[in-house]
């Protein structure tokens, strides 16, 4: 997404709907067994009886305080910790945009940095953008501009953008490895002026020659197999899945997804450009945005 590395799989999707479902039919089972019917415990939390539906059903998210409140209205406090277990592991695989940006959006790159200082082979799809470690300071600039009234954040773009292009510096780590492939589409959507535009493209072409980077791009041209562009994602190590949606950051760490997504990224891989055929597509869409850059410095 625009606003943190840079939408997803309806089996991750899936994934995190189906842990907060069992989350709620807990919640319900410890409720039955205190001899509870649902209007009797929301009158004894003083919670709205549609409150309780929507946690027993998955359809909203418990707070840490509403697990200690149930766990004591349903006399069942040994099972507190376990339900906060299982909860803050729905709150890390599903972390909403919100809870995340809490503290602005320069301390949620901090913590990407902070992440990714880890990681050794990054793996990294996109269809729509830019990814973020290859972004310039304009262009992430303005991506990180698009996303902010969503959440009403606009005090530290500036500094978000600082940390963002700090965190370009494993680029330059020998012992690190970058495979990127992104689509011609990300080379021609229109999120910035043309001008910042040509940079960012100039920047591609530059980095595409890094040791430690691999540039795939999948031209308009070029037909595709086994898997298509439905969203982006990251692959850190053989540990990680990240993909964003409009609402929250998917972190996915089973080993089923891992195993799928490696395979997804190995068959956009498989169909990309490289070095001189990569960079003919940039130069390609270069030919096409400088005409129009001069007109609007005229």
């Known amino acids: 997404m625009i606003l943190s590395r840079n939408t997803p799989s309806g089996a991750s999707a899936t994934n995190v709907h189906e842990a907060r479902i069992a989350l709620g039919k807990r919640l319900r089972e410890?409720?039955?067994?205190?001899?509870?019917?649902?209007?009797?415990l929301a009158e004894s939390?003083?919670?709205?009886?549609?409150?309780?539906?929507?946690?027993?059903?998955?359809?909203?998210?418990?707070?840490?305080?509403?697990?200690?409140?149930?766990?004591?209205?349903?006399?069942?406090?040994?099972e507190t910790e376990a339900l906060l277990?299982?909860?803050?592991?729905?709150?890390?695989?599903?972390?909403?945009?919100?809870?995340?940006?809490?503290?602005?959006?320069?301390?949620?790159?901090?913590?990407?940095?902070?992440t990714e200082a880890k990681v050794?082979?990054?793996?990294?799809?996109?269809?729509?953008?830019?990814?973020?470690?290859?972004q310039t300071p304009e262009y992430a600039r303005v991506?990180?501009?698009?996303?902010?009234?969503?959440?009403?954040?606009?005090?530290?773009?500036?500094?978000?953008?600082?940390?963002?292009?700090?965190?370009q510096a494993v680029l330059y780590q020998p012992y690190r490895r970058f495979h990127f492939v992104i689509t011609e589409a990300a080379l021609r959507?229109?999120?910035c002026e043309p001008e910042v535009m040509l940079g960012q493209l100039d920047r591609l072409m530059s980095l595409s020659t890094l040791p430690t980077v691999k540039l795939g791009v999948i031209g308009f041209?070029?037909?595709?197999?086994?898997?298509?562009?439905?969203?982006?994602?990251w692959l850190l190590d053989e540990d990680l899945v990240t993909a964003e949606t409009f609402s929250a950051e998917l972190n996915l760490a089973q080993p089923q997804e891992i195993e799928l997504y490696g395979k997804i990224?190995?068959?956009?891989?498989?169909?990309?450009?490289?070095?001189?055929?990569?960079?003919?597509?940039?130069?390609?869409?270069?030919?096409?945005?400088?005409?129009?850059a001069e007109e609007e410095m005229e």
């Open 30 to 40: 410890l409720r039955r067994q205190a001899g509870l019917s649902g209007k009797q």
């Open 45 to 78: 939390l003083a919670w709205p009886p549609s409150k309780i539906s929507k946690l027993e059903n998955g359809r909203q998210t418990p707070t840490d305080h509403d697990v200690r409140e149930w766990t004591r209205a349903t006399e069942s406090e040994g």
């Open 85 to 114: 277990a299982s909860l803050h592991t729905l709150e890390v695989q599903h972390a909403d945009w919100q809870r995340l940006f809490g503290t602005g959006m320069r301390a949620h790159q901090r913590t990407i940095l902070e």
């Open 120 to 134: 050794r082979f990054y793996r990294v799809f996109e269809s729509m953008i830019i990814p973020g470690l290859l």
């Open 143 to 167: 991506c990180l501009s698009h996303g902010a009234p969503l959440f009403g954040l606009h005090h530290d773009i500036d500094e978000a953008v600082q940390v963002r292009m700090q965190r």
């Open 189 to 191: 959507y229109r999120l």
């Open 221 to 233: 041209e070029t037909p595709y197999g086994v898997a298509f562009p439905k969203h982006g994602f």
């Open 265 to 292: 990224f190995e068959s956009l891989a498989g169909i990309a450009s490289y070095g001189r055929a990569a960079r003919r597509i940039i130069m390609r869409v270069i030919d096409d945005l400088t005409p129009e």
